[in-house]
């Protein structure tokens, strides 16, 4: 099958030329209903309706669908996507929609339709609360990012899983330029709010900001410590009441663990950073701020209670013969591995924030805040708490700190 971009009108029976996904959807093509809603900035993603049940059809664009065909963008990403989809489906099972089927020459990635779920940004700035949120977001990344870290894995089996993903390189890419290079220069397609021209101007000629964000950079580049999801971001996450999916691990490749940690991090802190200018009468509940202690803390703990729970008989990572036979060393390489994650973490965090407010991808919880006075206010309290957690990130040991820091955020700007 040569590459076509479906369309509303074309999906419908693309689709029914896949047994398996007809099955799921039930009747024939006439009695389905399909709606584009991709609302991302890269693919197209068909919602398909069937009288027995849904699919989440979803393909890449040969381009970046939020700047047009002038930017091209390989249609591999569909591939890293569902190989991603399958390893987190074994590693996670419960945070991650069901692959169906897939179709690399179609950049085709077909799964469980998600409902009632809606996107977890888009809750969080009408202010909704999700009382799992936390402790499912926490299982994800204790869940895939150990069980796929040399203290679980066997070094020859994890070096060919990098090997899997190492080709996933203009996706990287995207990350390396957008995240750490662009928002500290002019680059052409950055954007900022009317309002804060001096501390874009105090950012770019701030070297320890520059030399903290390239020091990130050069962790993302050089350390393949377990398999990320690559673009955690709140957008990424689809929740209802009592459940929450993780979708979009189009980024997927082997980097460092805090880099997902961290960016999860930072979009619950743009969600608290942004709330004082979207509720400016109803002061905040702190419900934002206890989500990030909470999936730091569960985070933590899981990931330490995998590492425990090893079994030594059987063959287990490379990394985990350092501990094994030795409880005192076992307790100290824990302590000592997330103190290094957390620092990562929170670095990461700090690059994101920026990035959303100073960069090219701009997100919906400062959007959304209508006065621009107060929302270049909220933003430029975010800039500082960014810059501030990143410079310094070894001093912030803990969780607590940094939201001491927030402190005033909390009241309106
Ligand atoms: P992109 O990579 O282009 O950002 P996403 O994977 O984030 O695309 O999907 C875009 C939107 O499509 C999501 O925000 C969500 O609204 C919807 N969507 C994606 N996957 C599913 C799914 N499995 N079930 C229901 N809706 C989905
Ligand atoms: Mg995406």
């Not at 964000?213 to 050089?222: D, I, P, V």
């Amino acid at each position: 099958m040569t590459y076509y971009p479906l369309t509303e009108a074309t999906a419908a029976a693309h689709l029914a030329t896949i047994p398996v996904i007809g099955a799921v959807l039930g009747g024939t093509p006439a009695d389905w209903t399909v709606r584009e809603v991709g609302d991302g900035n890269l693919n197209l993603v068909f919602l398909v309706s069937g009288p027995e049940g849904g699919v989440a059809a979803k393909q890449a664009l040969p381009y970046v669908r939020l700047v047009g065909e002038s930017w091209p963008l390989p249609l591999s990403r569909a591939y890293y996507e569902r190989l991603a989809l399958a390893d987190q489906a074994r590693l996670a099972p419960d945070r991650v929609p069901a692959l169906l089927h897939h179709d690399d020459d179609m950049a085709l990635t077909i799964m469980e339709f998600l409902t009632p779920h809606r996107t977890l940004r888009g809750a969080l700035v009408e202010g909704l609360r999700y009382p799992h949120l936390a402790d499912h977001l926490a299982q994800f990344l204790a869940d895939t990012l150990f069980r796929t870290s040399d203290l679980a894995v066997p070094v020859a089996t994890k070096k060919a899983r990098i090997a899997a993903y190492l080709g996933n390189v203009a996706m990287c890419r995207i990350t390396e330029d957008l995240i750490f290079d662009e928002p500290y220069f002019d680059a052409p397609m950055n954007a900022h709010s009317v309002g804060l021209d001096d501390i874009v101007a105090a950012f770019r000629s701030d070297i320890p900001l520059r030399l903290a964000a390239q020091g990130m950079k050069a962790r993302f580049l050089a350390a393949p410590e377990a398999l990320l999801h690559g673009d955690l971001h709140t957008g990424s996450v689809m929740v209802t009441a009592h459940d929450s999916k993780v979708i979009d691990p189009e980024f997927a490749f082997y980097g460092p663990i805090g880099f997902d940690v961290g960016m999860i991090l930072g979009n619950l802190w743009i969600a608290a950073l942004a709330e004082p200018g979207l509720r400016p009468d109803g002061p905040s509940d702190g419900w934002l701020l206890a989500q990030a202690d909470r999936l730091w803390a569960g985070f933590a703990d899981r990931f330490a209670a995998h590492w425990r729970g090893l079994d030594p008989k059987i063959e287990s990572g490379s990394l985990h013969a350092l501990a094994r036979r030795d409880s005192a060393l076992l307790e100290a390489a824990i302590t000592t591995r997330l103190d290094q994650i957390w620092r990562d973490a929170l670095g990461f965090a700090g690059c994101e924030i920026i990035r959303r407010i100073l960069g090219l991808a701009h997100v919906a919880d400062f959007e959304s805040i209508a006065d621009v006075e107060r929302r270049a206010g909220c933003e430029r309290q975010a800039l500082l708490f960014a810059r501030d957690i990143l410079v310094r990130r070894d001093a912030l040991t803990d969780i607590g700190p940094v939201h001491r820091l927030l402190d005033p955020a909390c009241v309106a700007p």
